[in-house]
């Protein structure tokens, strides 16, 4: 498949080599960083669009290759490529980082060049993780992306940023040392730094356990999963906005992305014999958590919670298709389970950015985001009580919103695997809609609390696109999936197909 | 395209149309503009649908079932939006329309001043949207030929009565109402997603048909929840029943309905009595070859139906907020209709619903005409003798009341009676319990409804009302409450005969011949529609109804004392009633401080303690310590470094070698 351009290079590089040039032309000249900024994330995510439509959605096989020798030596490559599965998440990726530019317009008032730049760079390194398909480059892009986070937190975050940043690298740093350790394994054993040299590579179960679980330390930071995600509010409350819609629309993919794309299909055996692990810590996640979101004061903190809580259904749906087969003798149900935890993903993409968007436009006005500061929010903000609303809906996973596809599906699936699954995974109905509906209650509704609240302006327009390009994007995932799920189907049934064969 | 596809396409998206309309350019339309636009919206759907209703129930057209597109497809399995049309859900989509059109007019009138808004505050145009959105909610909900769309509806419906229950969202109470309301049913959907999710293991779709299809292969199936088996179908009925209970109400996730009524009162008319609030009664009767298997099921769905018609009936004396005696009705008739279906009578329960559908409206509509004249106030005890001030609302209310109690030939008489009958012919396990709750109901319902009727129109005038110009209201009040009392009083003598015989839900409503109660009735009973009314005379509910009548009229007409001294009699069960047994108490105690606790202990004990306590900052202090005495190692000669590096160099090596 190809479209003219190399499309993935394009991706990585045009942000990247834009960051740094904004960062050295924008210095001293705010405005133009933010033009150019705000005309480099456009021009990216325009040029993504041919991912979408012209993509073969009949086959598994990756599309729009690129590959290139990088260190011979060592047969490491420059290998890029897409599938079913990496192909929403590059899109949800140039998608977010239009909004994320746009959010920070005239919130960022300081070296307004670097923080761009700091944005621009990211990006590219997050398509590079999505996309990569050499272990090497892949893991030179995971960790890469750690430093201009650190700084966009270090730098513009709250009063207690440092302990945040440095928990946040230390946090993932320690999970992805194991990964690569890992790695260096396999390519002894493969010669091969190729991930898909990797999926077929056969492993002994003892080497597949250890891998197995070097992933899920990795992956589980990542995503975060308990009980290693305390590293998540601290990290959001402190990051600016822009910093905590990046985080949870697309950083926390990258966990769950790593399970679908090296723990499934490189250690099937492992996977079958430790999935109760994951699968209690998601339930943990969905239950546990949801409590614990439910009495935070701090909207940020509710929201970080409530993604972890949301991430549960994530590896939960990507796991549940070995029990499925011992519980039911079959595999229907494997395939919602994966396609739920998918489109959950991308959900989430939308839906927290969403809700931190908003948390950011309240904070912008008022400075603070104590649940307690406001009140009454609405009557005199009235647009903004409408899209907070909707997003509210969709945190709860309202039908017809983005965010019940895949609870519906993980649901479903989930309780073939065995009713408790499912029991414990629907109990989000409830908690997910105490603790959204209890925060908008207190936030949005009521009467005006205090003259600070009574002086708030309601969105600009800036804001006010903001707001409708997610809005827009939400309904029209929860009306009509089937598009997605379209893109999706050949390389799930593949992921699966790679699930259930033994590499003994 | 059919003709026939079109025209249900219209009819369900036209009322979205107006909504969106009126929702988003409100501003720029203005008053005139949104409530035009929405009514113009809703008379067009309301007049399709008695199309559609002439089509299915009177000319007998086939069922149609067509899909309108695919959602989604996973794993093989069609996720659909689409068109199941039967008597069944033509009957709905005309008593969801009608009653939404004549509470849009009313509307007009009711929302015109509003002490909460400004008037410059597009509200009104924004009441006219979410009305309308719960017109195309609803009507989702009822034209589904799937569990999807069902659900779809279902939390549609749910949405929009969140949303107009917090209507005036400076309230504290109001917010307060409405996120109970939005709970207490996700406990409800709790069950109901579990229940489609068995659904879906064991028939691998969603579609009504097609599951209805294997019902007769699976019906032996079971499912084990780790205790042991137990019988597949019951429990997918007893999970979907759930679902019912938090929608409809019934005990004991009632406690959301009472507090409902914070909301404007066109509302609590259409969404809290005539449609939303019977659509667990509808899912259970569109499901009812799936219950029809299972006993178990029938006999809880007939126990929880009638204790919750017999105790929230008793709630109902007790209140003196005119509204909340309405909503306390509605829950004990909710109750008769889920009675109903216990005893496989669903055509009965469905019966109910729709005469109810009229009825209730029309109570509360009218409830809402007092309250426009008493300017907000609505406590019946400052009321009185509004009689000669509101002749209109006078006489409807009366009618509605009258259906209300089962009076002999109104509506409510004919469907009440066939569930009492239905029950007492039943052989369900709980028939002969229930039955009596349902009789002794009876009694209750008449009290009540004529405790309020006789403190609002008959008792001496009150202060307020002495000192206040009291005036009947507006046309677009009292034209709506006419129209309505139509069907209220007519629409049970044509359909009594065939709903008996079960011709009329033939096509949508399977019943076992074993179960089939009102056939019985039919064949052995029934000798058409004025023979009931005069054989209803000589019966006893009827003359109990009278009794409860009578017995209002006497404590709260003829001697006004004797209440206050019946509540002395006994302040014990005065207060019981007062607090509505305890559950609103219970669920706080419980549920509201049991989960902040909890989570509470969660995240301080858990998080915040052992996790990030004792293990993610012990760890960096354990490491900084470590740093400190390992810092001694650091001596700066270099023969040292030399020397470490030498042996570390051997150790490699020889692990390397081994």
Redesign the interface.
């Given at each position: 498949m190809t479209v003219g351009y190399p499309i993935l290079s394009t991706l990585i590089w045009l942000p990247i080599i834009a960051g740094v040039i904004v960062l050295f032309a924008g210095r001293n000249n705010p405005r133009l960083a933010k033009w150019l900024s705000l005309a480099t994330v456009i021009v990216t995510f325009l040029l993504s669009l041919p991912l979408w439509f012209a993509f073969d959605r009949t086959t598994a096989a990756m599309q729009f290759v690129e590959k290139l020798d990088w260190i011979p030596a060592y047969n490491i490559q420059y290998f890029l490529g897409v599938d079913g599965l990496s192909m929403p998440l590059v899109l949800l990726t140039t998608f977010t980082q239009v909004l994320v530019i746009a959010s920070a317009w005239e919130v960022i008032k300081e070296r307004v060049e670097q923080y761009m730049g700091a944005f621009l760079i990211m990006q590219g390194l997050m398509t590079g993780v999505f996309v990569a398909l050499d272990a090497v480059l892949f893991y030179v892009f995971w960790e890469a992306l750690l430093i201009p986070m650190f700084i966009v937190i270090g730098k513009w975050g709250g009063p207690r940023r440092v302990y945040a940043t440095i928990k946040f690298f230390l946090y993932t740093f320690f999970g992805s040392v194991f990964m690569l350790v890992s790695f260096l394994y396999m390519y002894y054993q493969s010669g091969s730094f190729s991930i898909l040299d990797f999926h077929t590579l056969p492993l002994g179960m003892t080497a597949q356990i250890l891998i197995f679980l070097a992933f899920l330390i990795a992956f589980a930071v990542k995503i975060p999963m308990f009980p290693v995600h305390t590293w998540l509010p601290d990290a959001h409350v402190e990051a600016p906005t822009a910093g905590s819609v990046v985080l949870a629309a697309i950083m926390l993919k990258m966990g769950g992305y790593g399970f679908v794309r090296f723990s499934l299909p490189i250690t099937p055996d492992a996977s079958m014999q430790l999935d109760w692990l994951v699968i209690v810590l998601s339930l943990i996640a969905i239950v546990y958590i949801g409590f614990v979101a439910l009495v935070q004061h701090d909207m940020k903190k509710l929201v970080a919670y409530s993604s972890i809580s949301h991430m549960g259904f994530v590896t939960l749906g990507m796991f549940v298709l070995y029990d499925i087969l011992q519980n039911t003798g079959t595999l229907q149900g494997a395939q919602l389970g994966m396609e739920g935890a998918m489109v959950q993903m991308i959900s989430h993409g939308f839906i927290s950015g969403a809700m931190f968007l908003a948390i950011g436009v309240l904070y912008d006005r008022l400075h603070t985001r104590e649940i307690s500061a406001y009140g009454g929010v609405v009557n005199v903000m009235p647009w903004f009580g409408f899209f907070a609303v909707l997003f509210a809906m969709g945190n709860v996973g309202l039908p017809g919103t983005s965010g019940f596809v895949g609870e519906f599906m993980v649901i479903l699936s989930s309780f073939k695997a065995n009713p408790w699954y499912g029991i414990l995974a629907a109990f989000t109905l409830i908690i997910g809609a105490a603790y959204t509906l209890w925060m908008v209650k207190r936030v949005i509704f009521g009467d005006i609390r205090n003259e600070a609240v009574a002086k708030m302006e309601d969105l600009n327009k800036r804001e006010f696109a903001i707001m409708t390009a997610l809005a827009v994007a939400v309904i029209a995932l929860g009306v009509y999936p089937y598009p997605l799920m379209d893109v999706m189907h050949a390389s799930v049934e593949h992921l699966i197909q790679q699930a259930f064969t033994s590499k003994l | 395209m059919s003709t026939l596809h079109t025209i249900l396409t219209v009819l369900l998206v036209a009322p979205l149309i107006g909504s969106i309309i009126a929702g988003l350019f409100g501003r720029q339309i203005g008053r005139k503009g949104a409530h035009s636009v929405t009514i113009a919206a809703v008379a067009l759907s309301t007049v399709l649908a008695a199309w559609v209703f002439a089509l299915f129930v009177i000319q007998g057209h086939e069922p149609y079932n067509a899909s309108l597109?695919?959602?989604?497809?996973?794993?093989?399995?069609k996720f659909e939006i689409g068109y199941l049309i039967d008597s069944l859900s033509a009957t709905m989509m005309l008593v969801v329309t009608f009653v939404s059109l004549m509470v849009h007019i009313y509307t007009i009138g009711y929302m015109d001043h509003d002490a909460d808004y400004p008037p410059e505050n597009p509200y009104y145009q924004r009441f006219f949207s979410y009305i309308s959105l719960f017109t195309f909610s609803m009507l989702s909900l009822v034209m589904a030929n799937n569990f999807l769309q069902l659900?779809?509806g279902w939390?549609?419906v749910g949405?929009v009565s969140y949303?107009l229950i917090?209507f005036y969202?400076?309230?504290?109470s109001a917010?307060?109402a409405n996120?109970k309301a939005?709970?207490v049913n996700?406990?409800g959907?709790?069950g109901f997603?579990?229940g489609?999710?068995?659904v879906?293991?064991y028939f691998?779709t969603l579609d009504y048909q097609t599951f209805f299809n294997g019902l007769d292969a699976h019906k032996d199936d079971v499912?084990?929840?780790?205790w042991g088996p137990v019988s597949m179908i019951t429990a997918a009925t007893l999970l979907l029943f759930v679902g019912a209970m938090g929608k409809s109400a019934q005990m004991p996730l009632h406690v959301w309905l009472p507090e409902s009524m914070e909301g404007p009162t066109p509302i609590s008319a259409l969404i809290h009595a005539a449609t939303m609030v019977t659509a667990g009664i509808f899912m259970v009767a569109r499901l009812s070859p799936a219950y029809e298997l299972s006993e178990v099921a029938l006999s809880v769905v007939l126990l929880v139906g009638a204790i919750t018609a017999f105790m929230m009936g008793l709630l109902g004396i007790v209140q003196n907020d005119i509204k909340r005696v309405v909503a306390y009705s509605t829950l004990s008739q909710l109750g008769y209709m889920t009675a109903a279906l216990g005893v496989s009578a669903y055509a009965a329960g469905m019966f109910h619903v729709i005469t109810h559908a009229f009825f209730k409206a029309l109570l509360f509509l009218a409830a809402g005409s007092v309250i426009i004249a008493m300017h907000h106030d609505q406590d019946i005890r400052n009321m009185g003798g509004l009689k000669k001030y509101m002749p209109i609302t006078y006489w409807t209310m009366l009618i509605g009341s009258l259906a209300l109690i089962g009076f002999p030939g109104f509506s409510g008489f004919f469907s009440k009676d066939s569930i009492i009958m239905a029950t007492e012919a039943s052989e369900q396990f709980g028939a002969g319990f229930a039955h009596l709750l349902l009789v002794a109901g009876v009694f209750v319902t008449a009290f009540y409804t004529f405790r309020m009727f006789f403190l609002v129109f008959h008792a001496p005038e009150s202060e307020y009302v002495r000192t206040h110009d009291i005036h009947e209201s507006p046309k677009v009040v009292t034209v709506p409450l006419i129209l309505l009392s139509i069907p209220a009083v007519l629409v049970g003598w044509p359909m009594i005969g065939p709903i008996l015989s079960g011709s009329y839900f033939a096509d949508s409503i399977f019943v076992l011949p074993e179960h089939d109660v009102l056939r019985e009735i039919y064949e052995h009973h029934f000798h058409g529609a004025l023979n009931m009314v005069i054989h209803g005379l000589f019966t006893l509910p009827v003359w109990l109804s009278f009794a409860g009548v009578a017995l209002a009229w006497y404590m709260y007409i003829k001697n006004p004392a004797l209440p206050a001294r019946v509540q002395q009699a006994c302040p014990v069960c005065y207060r019981i009633l007062e607090n509505g047994y305890g559950f609103d108490r219970f669920n706080e105690i419980v549920f509201v401080n049991g989960?902040?606790k909890?989570?509470?202990f969660?995240?301080k004990v858990?998080?915040q303690t052992i996790?990030?306590g004792w293990?993610?900052n012990g760890t960096a202090n354990l490491v900084a310590v470590a740093a400190r005495n390992w810092r001694q190692l650091q001596t700066g000669y270099l023969y040292h470094y030399a020397f470490v590096m030498i042996f570390g160099t051997l150790i490699l090596l020889l692990w390397a070698l081994w």
């Open positions: - | 597109y695919t959602w989604m497809i996973s794993d093989g399995i659900f779809f939390e549609a949405l949303l917090g969202m400076k309230r504290e917010i307060q996120l939005f709970l996700r406990v959907d709790f997603v579990l489609i999710a068995i879906v293991m691998g499912i084990d929840f780790g989960s902040r909890l989570g509470e969660f995240w858990i998080d996790i990030d293990m993610v």
